[in-house]
């Protein structure tokens, strides 16, 4: 077998070491669909790592700035990534304090897009776009996905999310435009499908291949009647129909790029929600990393825990709910309790960092090439704050200098966080939403 | 409201000019509320200095609402500022209500429009079910679709992300490629559920029940089982490996694990030894899909223990001087004794009886059931099926029969072309017939006429903006509202003959659909998310202390609201019960935790509760008062908000900005607690919405976080009296019912319960045109003795329902909406 320069079909190796996840990624392995040398300095992959409720501030924040910092109690976990990680300190969502309605639904509803949500319970939810998406939208056909949302906590809770605000505030942190949340997927097997497609791969090659096209067929088909049908409604119905239309170009490009570079799952499919938190996480974690690794999408956001969430964590031993914890009113009991929830998080970080770090990319590792973001829309939770955001940026992506705990300005902008990952991405901006600068993590 | 009638008809005098009225409406206001709300200080969120003139009472109507509330209920002003004199505040609400009316009769009642609604998770799942006759749930992983208003499946907020659009592509494959050729065969997994370990309590201790001879002899309701609700994806043989833990007394007869699915017993097993830690029984039987509860349990638990326990059936063993931890002492282990000592673990003392499980194993599914259904396969090959010898002129009466089904009307030629054109597709590959129809058939399920309600427009009759919407149109509308599905055959025929509208065939037809097992659709979906008891499947109560919660009770539960519910709707009671009934549902399991004794047995029966503490309606069901409450404590505020959301129709607004919300303390500190809250109520700010909540909260604070029964709080005696901010007063949660059901409290009820129910059965939010037909079918209902059956066909019959605008007039509409607002 030579091996020189032509990419070797994963199914290959697969078919010889069986389908472990922490498959080594051999550099032969990688499609010759991009190329490494063109995308050294730029961000290529972006995610946002969200924690619900705000933090123990005072175990969070490192008292010392620049280089020299040391480690706090919940900062902990992450020591040994230190070069590879920014503390951020005095970012603040403005946005969330113009809006009206409930502080959590305020707090996500605007973190990534610096816009003030709109109060409403009803279905007029109106926000603003996304950083994440506009990274999205920018890479554009180049990916087989363009972004994925993930979410781990179930989503089947119903009523009003917080006093009055739409749940849609609280369920979503990615919004495709000012009108659309992006809902998220939490389930680890939907997930999986949505990256690798649903179709049997035990089937003989001629028969899906067969399927695929008939699926085209269909979809075609079916846009275009749609079209025709689209003439009769009025204004309200055509955009139901051009939502449906979009989708199904979407889904069509998926197909074609699906069959141009077929992809190998490199894991076996997972069968469903694991009841163990913290491998819930890893799992969605590790399906994040594969989608990177695999170039199947470069922007992925997820969710931790929804705002206002009442998970209880018995293992360790918080079996309260964490948002009233959170209310605590400087009961140190509760404080205590809502730090080990932080410190649980952080450590749940620090594997999905160490999945990134030990996975080679190119001239790198994953972890090189990527800007991670992780954190909340809310620092103290108590008085539903939303300044000094408690922020952390992993990665080299763009040339991120790691290393350090930076300190803005009081009320600086989470925005010009934005405007510094959008441009490291490619995306030249001077401006994003409300920012008034631009926070450049280079140098 | 009655009461306060004489003096009204004095005031009334006063107050019929409309000019003169409107002027002390908005000095009282002026000299009354702004010292709080203005543009500074915005008490409440709320500024009403701008409230200066005449014309705000129609262009802040939502404004002016919320004031007449507030004085109405007596929240506002709050103490300790003075209150104005009872009767010009009683003249002021009068004159606003007054007011009100005139403008609501001034309204010109509209249809409105219903965008294309996309079928929900629900709907989508229920269609499926009845278009291919297979129960597959094929939207069960598909992202939670978005809700408004607290639904589910109003129209504008069911977006389509492109990755739910695959869902659904990938769905539709899967329900064709079931019903055609059997269900999808699955490699077999195993799967691990550990059990919570709920007995801490009696561990190390021999803490024995009082009473050892009436207890549940299944041990389904004791702590020593585990339960577990499992989603089984489809009929098969499944492997359960039971994994136990804990010990019995030296000396006891063997005990007897059993395991359960759904409440019957499936094997008994007998295990002999003192210490089970480890001991591993297995069995293997066959399961249908779909959710079911398994339950490990240990049959006779307390009986068979040695004499001195004074137990039933004392055990007649012999005392024996050792054994070891799997029962008598072998020559090998008296050998290693010798060598170790004592430090091998002898069990010749042991007393525990903390017989327990540790885990469950699921494995499979083996010898998968996979073949098709043959009744599904008759309601899709309508010229009937005869593998491998289908003529090809058969394709088209299937495609067309099957279209007109899941577009839920008549098909065009045209539009059958298109489908059979992929049949001959496949054909041309070299496929089969079968695999012709299969592609078909996903092309119809794909499409939108499918995956949306589209309703056409239709031209208005002179002199009206609205028309009435189709035949199938209306079908539709029904079954989706009653069902959360498509129309049955019957509803269909209905609309072919064009009868549909006429009176009594929509009555019977409604009535007919209410009795259908399938009206279940409205416990689960209106009521579920109406009431928020959906979330009973989500909650973890804290087991450390409530060690008795596990999904067997979860479970219980959550069938006793739906049971209750469902009762009320099926069998045409008053809506009037959910608040407050003489009878509920239980199981041994529920019964034994209420404390209802005589009950025996999984299944659900009707009780009378008349003579009880807890008494009835849903405010007593353990589901409710757990879903509002902590995981490790009540919150009266919580229970207080979720009354006045759900069942007064007045959701209390955000907490003003820079005020933390209010929170309790600690559980077992509830005298402290009332005095904390009430210490904080006095701070105007905070009093104008906790004097509501906070005391309906603490009239419920007999039910624990689960929803137990208790008399004290930690070490304190419980006080549950409490006052509403309009004067009345009650002693017990039973007095509290009684007031929901009086009064302006109940037409508050009724109003937003009809609100709710016309929201869900419409898939759109309300507008202000749809206040007339509210206020008809609310104010009905009391003549029709709150019936159930009544209230939906109100509904069923308002124009909002039966009509639909037309597409010219309601542009002009939304043009002068947007103006004004």
């Known amino acids: 077998m030579f091996l020189t320069g032509k990419h070797l079909d994963r199914r290959t190796l697969l078919k010889g070491v069986g389908a472990a996840i922490a498959l080594p990624w051999l550099d032969a392995m990688r499609p010759a669909m991009a190329a490494p040398a063109k995308l050294a300095n730029q961000a290529r992959r972006v995610a946002v790592v969200y924690v619900p409720n705000g933090i123990v501030m005072k175990d969070w924040k490192p008292a010392e700035v620049g280089g020299e910092f040391a480690f706090t109690r919940i900062l902990k976990p992450l020591e040994p990534f230190r070069d590879d990680i920014v503390v951020l300190s005095g970012l603040a969502n403005n946005a969330a304090n113009k809006a009206r309605g409930g502080g959590h639904a305020k707090a996500s509803g605007s973190f990534l897009s610096g816009t003030p949500p709109k109060f409403t319970a009803g279905a007029d939810v109106h926000a603003g776009v996304t950083f994440d998406q506009l990274a999205a939208k920018h890479w554009g056909a180049e990916t087989r996905v363009p972004s994925l949302q993930l979410g781990c906590e179930d989503s089947r809770m119903v009523g009003n999310c917080d006093t009055g605000s739409s749940c849609a505030y609280t369920n979503s942190l990615s919004w495709k435009d000012p009108d659309t949340p992006l809902p998220v997927e939490v389930n680890p097997r939907s997930v999986f499908e949505r990256l690798f497609g649903t179709v049997d791969p035990s089937l003989p090659a001629g028969v899906r291949a067969r399927r695929a096209m008939y699926r085209k067929s269909i979809l075609d088909q079916t846009a275009e009647n749609t079209q025709r049908l689209t003439a009769g409604l009025g204004p309200a119905d055509r955009r139901k129909m051009d939502e449906y239309l979009t989708g199904i170009r979407e889904v069509e490009v998926r197909i074609a790029s699906a069959e141009k570079d077929p992809v190998t799952p490199p894991a076996e499919k997972p069968s469903g929600i694991p009841f163990d938190y913290a491998e819930y996480v890893k799992l969605m974690f590790n399906l994040q990393a594969i989608a990177f690794q695999s170039d199947l999408t470069r922007v992925s956001t997820i969710m931790l825990g929804r705002e206002g969430s009442v998970r209880t964590y018995p293992e360790i031993g918080v079996p309260d709910p964490h948002h009233p914890l959170t209310h605590h009113r400087g009961h140190p009991d509760f404080i205590e309790k809502v730090t080990k929830i932080n410190c649980f998080h952080a450590e749940l970080f620090a594997w999905f960092l160490e999945r990134l770090k030990s996975t080679p990319d190119g001239d790198g590792s994953l972890l090189d090439h990527s800007a991670i973001l992780y954190g909340g829309a809310l620092s103290d939770g108590n008085a539903h704050s939303n300044v000094d955001l408690p922020l952390v940026l992993a990665g080299h992506a763009g040339g991120i200098r790691g290393g350090r705990h930076v300190a803005s300005a009081s009320n600086t902008p989470v925005s010009n966080l934005f405007v510094h990952l959008l441009n490291s991405v490619g995306l030249e901006t001077e401006r994003f939403a409300d920012s008034t600068g631009q926070l450049d993590l280079r140098t | ?821």
């Not at chain 2, 079931?178 to 999808?184: I, K, S």
């Open chain 2, 1 to 821: 409201m009655n009461r306060l009638l004489p003096i009204l008809a004095v005031v009334a005098v006063n107050s019929t000019t409309l000019s003169a009225g409107s002027q002390d409406v908005l000095a009282f206001v002026q000299k009354n509320c702004v010292a709080c709300h203005n543009s500074s200080v915005k008490s409440g969120d709320l500024d009403l200095k701008t409230l200066q003139s005449a014309k705000t009472f129609d262009e802040n109507r939502e404004l002016w609402e919320k004031v007449a509330d507030k004085i109405k209920a007596g929240q506002m002003p709050p103490p300790p500022i003075p209150r104005p004199e009872a009767a010009t505040t009683i003249a002021v609400t009068h004159w606003l209500e007054a007011e009100f009316d005139r403008q609501d009769r001034m309204v010109k009642p509209e249809a409105g429009r219903v965008t294309a609604r996309r079928l929900n998770k629900a709907e989508y799942n229920n269609t499926i079910r009845d278009l291919l006759g297979i129960d597959i749930h094929p939207a069960e992983r598909f992202p939670a679709d978005t809700a408004a208003f607290g639904f589910d499946n109003i129209s504008d907020a069911l977006n389509l992300s492109p990755a739910l659009l695959e869902n659904y592509v990938d769905a539709a494959e899967r329900s064709v490629r079931t019903v055609l050729f059997g269900p999808e065969k699955l490699k077999p997994s195993a799967v691990h559920l550990s059990a919570p370990i709920r007995i801490n309590e009696v561990r190390g201790q021999s803490q024995l029940p009082k009473d050892l001879f009436n207890y549940d002899y299944t041990g389904l309701s004791t702590r020593h089982s585990a339960h577990f609700l499992y989603h089984f994806p489809v009929n098969a043989e499944y492997s359960f490996r039971l994994v136990l833990n804990g010990h019995r007394p030296n000396q006891s007869e063997p005990v007897h694990p059993a395991f359960f699915i759904d409440g019957k017993m499936v094997k008994e097993f007998e295990v002999d030894a003192t210490d089970l830690e480890g001991q591993v029984i297995e069995l293997r039987t066959r399961v249908t899909a779909g959710e079911h509860l398994l339950s490990e349990t240990y049959l006779k638990n307390y009986h068979g223990l040695p004499p001195s326990y004074k137990g039933p059936e004392p055990s007649k063993r012999p005392p024996e001087a050792l054994i070891s931890p799997r029962g008598k002492l072998t020559e090998k282990d008296i050998e290693t004794l010798r060598k170790y000592g004592t430090k091998i673990k002898t069990d010749a003392i042991e007393t525990r009886v903390d017989n327990r499980f540790e885990s469950l194993d699921i494995g499979g599914p083996f010898n998968q059931a996979a073949t098709a259904s043959p009744d599904s396969l008759r309601k899709i090959y309508v010229c009937g099926h005869a593998p491998g010898k289908h003529t090809g002129a058969c394709a088209r009466p299937i495609v067309a029969s099957f279209a007109g089904r899941a577009f839920r009307r008549p098909v065009t030629s045209t539009e059958v072309d298109q489908f059979v054109r992929f049949f001959t597709l496949a054909r041309k590959q070299g496929d089969s017939f079968e695999e012709g129809i299969a592609m078909a058939l996903h092309a119809v399920l794909v499409s939108p006429d499918f995956l949306y309600r589209i309703e056409r427009d239709r031209p208005a009759p002179a002199g009206s903006s609205s028309a009435p919407v189709g035949q199938y149109e209306l079908a539709s509308r029904l079954s989706y509202f009653l069902w959360s599905s498509m129309p049955d055959t019957e509803l269909l025929r209905a609309a072919s003959r064009g009868t549909l509208r006429q009176p009594a065939v929509l009555e019977a037809q409604v009535k007919r659909m209410l009795r259908d097992p399938k009206a279940f659709a409205l416990v689960e979906n209106f009521a579920g998310q109406w009431l928020q008891f959906r979330n009973i499947d989500v909650v973890r109560p804290d087991l450390e202390r409530f060690p008795v919660f596990d999904d067997g009770l979860r479970l219980a539960m959550r069938r006793e609201t739906e049971l209750f519910i469902e009762n009320v709707i099926r069998q045409n009671g008053s809506v009037l019960e959910l608040l407050d009934a003489n009878y509920t549902f239980v199981n041994e399991r529920l019964a034994r935790f209420y404390g209802i004794p005589g009950i025996t047995g999984p299944e659900f029966r009707r009780v009378d509760v008349s003579n009880t503490n807890r008494g009835g309606g849903i405010l007593a069901q353990a589901s409710i008062l757990t879903v509002s409450s902590y995981s490790t404590r009540t919150s009266p505020v919580l229970r207080g908000k979720w009354i006045l959301e759900n069942l007064l129709n007045a959701p209390p607004p955000p907490p003003p900005p820079g005020v933390p919300p209010l929170e309790e303390n600690k559980t077992g500190q509830s005298a402290t607690l009332r005095q904390q809250m009430e210490q904080h109520r006095k701070s105007p700010a905070c009093s104008s919405c906790h004097s509501r909540m906070d005391p309906l909260g603490f009239g419920l604070e007999n039910f624990n976080a689960i929803g137990a029964w208790r008399t004290e709080d930690g070490k304190n005696a419980l006080d549950v009296s409490g006052s509403l901010p309009d004067g009345r007063s009650f002693q017990t949660p039973a007095q509290l019912k009684a007031l929901l059901k009086d009064g302006h409290d109940c037409d508050a009820y009724i109003r937003g319960l009809t609100e709710k129910l016309l929201m869900y059965a419409l898939g759109r939010g309300l507008e202000r045109y749809d206040r007339p037909a509210v206020t008809a079918i609310a104010a009905k209902l009391s003549s029709q003795d709150y019936k159930f059956s009544q209230l939906v066909l109100g509904i069923v019959n308002s124009l909002p329902f039966q009509m639909r605008q037309s597409h010219q007039t309601s542009q002009i509409a939304s043009t002068m909406g947007e103006r004004s607002k």
